[in-house]
């Protein structure tokens, strides 16, 4: 929106400049004053219209919406992510915490500590919602 009011601003400046110019420069004595009246209305008309064409058109906004969710096992495989690793991730990604997660596994917590540092390492991230990120990336998780 500013950058449009801007764009209108320095338009009218240099129609105005323009106009002033060619009055004082050939027809000060020629052309009556009525003549230049029109011209700047017919100007500012034309303006007036592209700037309100530009400015009510409407907005394309493209929605993408995701097909049926496909693990990537191939990526599963080559960062040589385990069976209980991947349970781990899922659960990391649900939001639970390491305690939470141990519950659920009925494992201890420090396993689970143990589990979701195998899991940064792997993915190269350096905290949990990284290694999310990746995952959802490579299509490891949903």
């Known amino acids: 929106m500013l950058r449009t009011i801007i764009i209108y601003g320095v338009a009218m400046a240099v129609l105005i400049a323009i106009l002033k110019m060619v009055e004082y420069r050939y027809f000060v004595r020629d052309i009556p004053l009525e003549f230049y009246i029109g011209l700047v209305a017919v100007m500012f008309t034309g303006l007036g219209i592209w700037a309100g064409l530009r400015l009510t058109r409407p907005k394309v906004i493209e929605v993408l919406i995701p097909g049926p969710f ?7 495989k080559k960062l040589c992510i385990s069976r209980r690793e991947f349970e781990v991730l ?39 919602t990284e290694a999310i990120a990746k995952a959802k990336e490579m299509r490891i998780i949903p």
């Open 70 to 76: 496909e693990r990537d096992e191939a990526a599963i």
């Open 90 to 128: 899922e659960l990391i990604s649900a939001g639970l915490s390491n305690q939470e997660i141990a519950e659920r596994l009925f494992v201890s917590t420090s396993t689970v500590k143990t589990h979701v540092s195998n899991i940064l390492a792997k993915l190269d991230a350096s905290r949990r």
